[in-house]
């Protein structure tokens, strides 16, 4: 059974209704890292950003089990401003996603241990969340609840089992290869940047490195004042993508806190700081010659 037929299977008899949008969205992002995980590691943080989101709208629109329209909705960041969401909605989802999940599995795994099989400790726990928002205890859920409330629950009713990630869950088929993108992009939208800044990775990297940004191009000129000011602009646009890719890596260790041991982390930091370039210029108006 693939994942896609599992996640059918979890509708329900009535299969896909559109209040599943923000559950089955949950699922896809799941998934998506699922997919690029084995070369995550290898990527700058921004590239991680792009490849995870690439995968995601990659698996959204290979959807088999949803229409048309509905494959659109499940790309909006809200059904309100129906606006797509970002790499950067996306990659904080993702990590939001894992820890409602890890929250979840706490309580389902109290159920368990007071001898419930998986069904019975997720309406237990399902029923003990209804109650904790609209109460009193007993009180009849309504049909389809969580897909209103606690989205992250039925990627946790697909993919886990007993207390912990199935063991026999069926391998990711990502339906394209991981996309990395060479050069940091611009303010423009990731989808209008150029193929020949990107390439396609089939799988895992180890040790992959990408190339760093071309150098500032000489500027072939008789007045040394203006290459001076060239070079002097290139020079500081290096320090400040330095600095981000430095603060990038800083955010990054954020989401380890409480997985990495604190004194690892310390000496991440310290090494991080280290390697902190002078801080470059504040920006100015270009000078007419």
Not at 2 to 13: H, L, Y
Request: charged share 25%; glycine share 4%; net charge neutral.
């Amino acid at each position: 059974m693939s994942t896609w037929q599992r996640v059918q299977e979890a509708f329900g008899p009535g299969g896909y209704d559109d209040c599943m949008r923000k559950s089955l969205q949950c699922v896809v992002l799941y998934e998506a890292n699922r997919c690029c995980a084995p070369v995550l590691q290898s990527l700058r943080p921004f590239q991680r950003k792009i490849a995870y989101y690439d995968m995601f709208i990659a698996l959204v629109d290979s959807l088999q089990i949803v229409h048309h329209h509905q494959k659109e909705q499940l790309k909006w960041r809200t059904l309100i401003s129906k606006d797509n969401m970002s790499d950067q909605n996306c990659w904080k989802r993702r990590t939001n996603i894992q820890r409602e999940l890890d929250t979840i599995n706490e309580g389902v795994r109290k159920y368990l241990a007071e001898g419930k099989t998986n069904e019975e400790a997720l309406e237990a726990y399902l029923q003990k969340q209804f109650e904790n928002v609209a109460g009193p205890a007993g009180k009849t859920r309504p049909p389809q609840w969580e897909h209103h409330h606690t989205y992250a629950f039925f990627c946790y009713k697909v993919y886990y089992v007993n207390g912990e990630v199935d063991p026999n869950f069926p391998e990711p088929i990502p339906p394209k290869p991981v996309h990395v993108q060479m050069e940091r992009p611009t303010k423009q939208a990731i989808s209008s940047t150029s193929a020949a800044t990107a390439v396609d990775v089939p799988g895992l990297v180890p040790g992959f490195h990408p190339s760093p940004p071309p150098q500032q191009p000489t500027v072939g000129t008789n007045d040394t004042m203006l290459a001076q000011i060239v070079r002097e602009e290139g020079d500081a646009e290096e320090r400040r993508r330095m600095l981000q890719e430095v603060k990038d890596h800083l955010d990054l260790l954020k989401e380890f806190e409480g997985v990495i041991p604190p004194e690892d982390l310390t000496k991440r930091k310290r090494d991080l700081f280290l390697a902190l370039p002078s801080a470059p210029p504040p920006a100015t108006k270009k000078t007419k010659i």
